[in-house]
């Protein structure tokens, strides 16, 4: 197990700038995370994760700024009750859509985890979905995270055991807060 702190946040963050691929703790549970600014690496991590080609990403960011890079326009005092936190928030998106799959819409995550926010510093935005082959539970240690992927993966960040839930999912879109996935 890996203690995590500012050098190795830094090495990462370069590693996944660069197109690299790994499983590492977010602020909920195991990811598998790639560069959301990288269209070559996120659709290997589809094929990589067999995740269905229609579903979107959730895309973790380092600061309510880095939604600037996505074109979203929003009002930034209705989302600060829900970040930083455990609460993706989908908010209309028309460009990237080999993140969105054509639903026009992406599910961001500011983490509140200190780690988490120096990688997504110095990395950019990350998809982020759980690490898990489509359909199977996600993985709580890192020995489950290589039983499903194996030397497909650049890297894996070993931080224990992480029993935790997914994100809450929700959306603003109309304007009404309305609970996508509890």
Do not use: C
Request: no cysteine; proline share 4%.
């Amino acid at each position: 197990m890996v203690q995590i702190n500012k050098r190795i946040s830094e090495a990462l963050g370069k590693e996944l700038k660069s197109g690299k691929i790994g499983v590492i703790p977010t602020d909920t549970i195991y990811g598998i995370v790639s560069s959301a600014l990288n269209r070559k690496s996120v659709l290997k991590l589809y094929k990589i994760r067999k995740r269905n080609l229609k579903k979107p990403m959730i895309v973790l960011i380092s600061s309510i700024k880095d939604l600037d890079l996505f074109n979203v326009k929003i009002d930034k005092r209705k989302i600060k009750k829900y970040w930083p936190g455990r609460v993706s928030i989908v908010f209309p998106v028309k460009k990237f859509d080999y993140l969105h799959r054509g639903r026009k819409s992406l599910a961001f995550r500011l983490p509140k985890n200190k780690y988490l926010i120096d990688l997504l510093r110095i990395s950019g935005p990350l998809v982020a979905p759980s690490a898990n082959i489509e359909g199977k539970e996600p993985a709580q240690t890192v020995e489950e995270a290589k039983k499903y992927f194996g030397d497909k993966i650049d890297f894996y960040l070993d931080a224990g055991k992480l029993k935790s839930k997914t994100s809450k999912i929700i959306s603003l879109e109309r304007g009404l807060v309305e609970v996508v996935r509890k």
